[in-house]
């Protein structure tokens, strides 16, 4: 599956490409639990969310898409939260560890004000918002949805939340 890393510009410029990879892991709330010493590189489901929710005044940030096989994705999945559109939201993330981060998986460097986002990108993402404002609409806390999520994929929940919705 293709997924997206956002990372400064800068970065490229002044590191060798083995040090972009070297990223510790975040502070920010997440279900991650990291292993003490390994690092890790983050990865989102959704380039749409990236170009929404990370500001880019100075132009120096880019979106690094990469091609990386399902069943590690799989093994690395979990959620970040963050506030959109005034609600929290549980987005899709990998923390892959470095060291199983193979650097021929990247397919392309943008920098983020002129990345390409393809329509079904952004509509994948925009159903995937409307699916959990629905959940939350519904009664479900964020934590709820969030287990649900871990416990099965992003594509089936939405399918079921949208299946529900043409039943009413």
């Given at each position: 599956m293709i997924v997206?890393?956002?990372?400064?510009?800068?970065?490229?410029?002044?590191?060798?490409?083995?040090q972009v990879f070297k990223k510790l892991q975040s502070n920010l709330f997440n279900?991650?639990?990291?292993?003490?010493?390994?690092?890790?590189i983050h990865f989102f489901r959704y380039k749409s969310f990236i170009?929404?929710?990370?500001?880019?005044d100075n132009g120096e940030s880019i979106i690094l898409s990469a091609d990386i096989?399902?069943?590690?994705?799989?093994?690395?999945?979990?959620?970040?939260?963050?506030?959109?559109?005034?609600?929290?939201?549980p987005i899709p993330e990998y923390a892959v560890p470095l060291e199983e981060f193979n650097e021929n998986c990247v397919i392309g460097v943008e920098k983020?004000?002129?990345?390409?986002?393809?329509?079904?990108d952004l509509n994948q993402y925009k159903k995937y918002l409307e699916t959990i404002k629905k959940l939350k609409s519904n009664g479900?806390?964020?934590?709820?949805?969030?287990?649900?999520?871990?416990?099965?994929?992003?594509?089936?929940?939405?399918?079921?939340?949208?299946?529900?919705?043409?039943?009413?």
């Open positions: 997206y890393h956002f990372d400064i510009n800068d970065c490229l410029k002044k590191n060798s490409q083995k279900t991650f639990n990291y292993d003490k010493g390994k690092e890790y170009q929404q929710f990370f500001d880019d096989p399902d069943e590690l994705l799989e093994k690395c999945k979990g959620f970040g939260f963050y506030i959109i559109e005034n609600q929290e939201m983020i004000q002129e990345a390409n986002i393809e329509f079904e479900m806390d964020v934590p709820s949805i969030t287990v649900n999520l871990l416990n099965s994929s992003v594509c089936s929940l939405i399918e079921n939340v949208q299946t529900e919705n043409k039943r009413k």
